[in-house]
Nanobody, 121 residues
Framework: VQLQASGGGLVQPGGSLRLSCAAS????????VGWFRQAPGKEREFVAR????????VYADSVKGRFTISRDNAENTAALQMNSLRPEDTAVYYC???????????????WGQGTLVTVSS
């Protein structure tokens, strides 16, 4: 499966952004989708993941209650709605896919190219 993330940009603290992840291939629904982020000088960290039919979601504590992950298997897309953004959310955000239900970045086989989110006034 090939992934392409989009929707990043510059937003003020407290604002919102919606990231999208477009997938190619007819088997998108068989994959777990995860969102990860990497800030300058830091390791890539888990943000959220969603199960194959969207029945289960998991969030990092740092984004719980502010971010929402979703997917539309009919459209081969996934999304990350980000609200109440903070400067510490600034990072390159990546969507990833794998058949394993995990928050470990190294376990994901397929990655999008990343989209930059900058939260600043």
């Amino acid at each position: 499966v090939q992934l392409q993330a989009s929707g990043g940009g510059l937003v003020q603290p407290g604002g919102s952004l919606r990231l999208s992840c477009a997938a190619s291939g007819r088997t998108f629904s068989s994959y777990i989708v995860g969102w990860f982020r990497q800030a300058p000088g830091k390791e890539r960290e888990f943000v959220a993941r969603i199960h194959r039919i969207g029945s289960m979601t998991v969030y990092a504590d740092s984004v719980k209650g502010r971010f929402t992950i979703s997917r539309d298997n009919a459209e081969n897309t996934a999304a990350l709605q980000m609200n109440s953004l903070r400067p510490e959310d600034t990072a390159v955000y990546y969507c990833a896919a794998d058949r394993t239900w995990t928050s470990t970045a190294s376990a994901y086989s397929y990655w999008g190219q990343g989209t930059l989110v900058t939260v600043s006034s």
